[in-house]
């Protein structure tokens, strides 16, 4: 390591690790139409935040957020635990970028939520021992007392009926005491996930008015507690899990919360609005809960910034919709996250694909067109026309059209892309109806010879088009 990188610790050791709690992001990539980092970064920037969790260690990313003064949790996928050298992934994920001007790495997440119930165990072993060896390379490289080690756990991983008797999975007992004790002799925090929106989704007799903070009817009474929200329960069956090993004054870290605003019943614009603000002012009273009253978590990183259009759906669609912005980082709703601003500021200088879009032809049968939905479907992202979606009210042939535009977009514009069998059309005229947006694609790339591409389309062609398009929707209307 350069002396640059060491001058750095030394002087960053001298400030406290945590000077108060914060709001911070977490910043997906799972998407098919990404914004450039530099912009996602100004984003960010533009809205204070000084927060953000990343899924991976990537060095576009991380280059952006260099010389920021944001503070970066950089994280080691699962399927890497068993196999990644510590020393290299210490040189080249975090020595190469801190350092004077650099990137303010304070955290790695080793693994995500490795415990989780779904995963069997399969990743059980691998953690404590990549910890040990990730320590001892932060060690060789002076950088263990500025950058600490972490696991998000799921909320799964600690139960109970009331908060006051909650404990670790009994075939988690064993693991969580040593990483509990690994965390607290390295000064690291204890980082779960909680998720009020999926209790409430997985359980039809779960009360909604608990899943926020607006108080409840259904309150949980615990001996001389009553929890009016889920949050509070669930923080403190942690708090409890954590004291039954020895470990009750553990500080705690919210790596993920928050409230999706698509693809489901119950995701929606509203309800995500309502939950985070919430969720942000619960937080900035400092009221804390009641196991830890005036101690709220240190910090707590809301997910996530942007919706995640690549993301799997198997836990349900709403699973491309957890953004406080959308995909090319528009605000889809007022939140003042108590930074500053008085609500959310959209990205800027976003690198958007030329405004088109394509449809399905008006002038054509569409009786042959399931197998070309399925292909559009199967790779590109129409999570919002299903059930409890914004979108799942169209009528037929506007539902074909989303489908039809999804793909085109996904494709980048290819001309042949929004052909499907002659079914589809490209217009300048934006198809979108009420809520639902038919979405234009955002690029990484360099679009300054867009102007070229445009020329090599046949503007005539799709001139007769969009006028055939354009008066038959009036004559429907």
């Given amino acids: 390591m350069g002396s640059g990188v060491a001058l750095f610790t030394l002087s960053l050791l001298l400030a406290t690790h945590h000077a108060h709690s914060a709001i911070g992001v977490n910043w997906g990539t799972l998407s098919f139409h990404k914004m450039r ?6 984003l960010l920037k533009a809205n204070k935040i000084t927060k953000v969790k990343l899924f991976d260690s990537n060095p576009d990313a991380l280059r952006a957020l260099m010389g920021t003064g944001i503070q970066v949790m950089i994280s080691i996928p699962n399927d890497l635990l068993s196999t990644f050298s510590s020393d290299l992934f210490v040189q080249q994920n975090l020595s190469r970028f801190m350092g004077k001007g650099g990137a303010d790495i304070r ?3 080793v693994g995500n939520e490795p415990f989780l119930t779904s995963y069997g165990g399969v990743y059980q072993s691998y953690v404590v021992p990549a910890m040990v060896n990730l320590q001892q390379s932060l060690v060789k490289a002076n950088l263990a007392g500025y950058v600490k080690l972490v696991v998000p756990c799921n909320a799964d991983a600690y139960e109970s009926n009331v908060p006051s ?8 007992t064993q693991i969580m005491t040593q990483l509990v004790s690994f965390l607290s002799s390295n000064g690291s925090p204890f980082v779960v996930n909680i998720y009020p929106f999926l209790s409430l989704y997985q359980n039809s007799d779960f009360p909604q008015d608990f899943a926020f903070f607006e108080g409840s009817s259904h309150p949980v009474l615990d001996g001389p507690n009553v929890y009016y929200n889920a949050f509070d329960g669930n923080f403190d069956t942690l708090v ?29 614009l509203t309800a995500a609005r309502v939950f985070n603000q919430g969720l942000v002012n619960h937080l900035l009273s400092n009221k804390g809960t009641p196991l830890r009253p005036g101690s709220p978590p240190e910090d707590v990183y809301l997910f996530g910034l942007l919706d995640e259009g690549a ?58 067109v399931t197998d070309h939905l399925r292909l559009a479907c199967s790779q590109a992202d129409c999570t919002t026309l299903n059930d409890g979606g914004s979108c799942s009210q169209l009528g ?11 793909y085109y977009q996904l494709q980048m514009q290819n001309e042949k892309s929004c052909d499907f069998d002659g079914l589809g059309m490209v217009t300048f005229l934006d198809p979108s109806v009420g809520d639902c947006r038919f979405l234009v694609g955002v690029t990484d790339k360099d679009l ?18 969009l006028v055939v398009w354009a008066l038959t929707r009036c004559y429907i209307l």
């Fill in 37 to 42: 980092p530099s912009t996602v970064v100004d």
């Fill in 107 to 109: 955290y790695v997440a």
């Fill in 165 to 172: 008797q909650g404990t670790f999975r009994p075939e988690l």
């Fill in 240 to 268: 409890s899990a954590l004291a039954k090993i020895g470990y009750g004054q553990m500080p705690i870290v919210i790596g993920e919360i928050g409230w999706p605003t698509d693809g489901a019943v119950g995701a929606n």
């Fill in 311 to 368: 993301k799997s759906t198997l836990p349900g669609n709403f699973e491309r919709h957890w953004g406080i912005f959308s995909f090319d980082g528009q605000a889809k709703y007022r939140l003042n996250l108590g930074l500053g601003n008085r609500g959310l500021k959209n990205a800027e200088n976003v690198q958007y694909l030329p405004s088109r879009w394509c449809v399905a032809h008006p002038a054509k049968d569409m009786t042959q």
């Fill in 396 to 406: 037929e042939k506007d539902n074909i059209s989303y489908a039809f535009n999804s």
């Fill in 448 to 465: 300054s010879s867009s102007a070229e591409q445009m020329a090599r389309w046949d503007i005539y062609h799709i001139g007769i088009g």
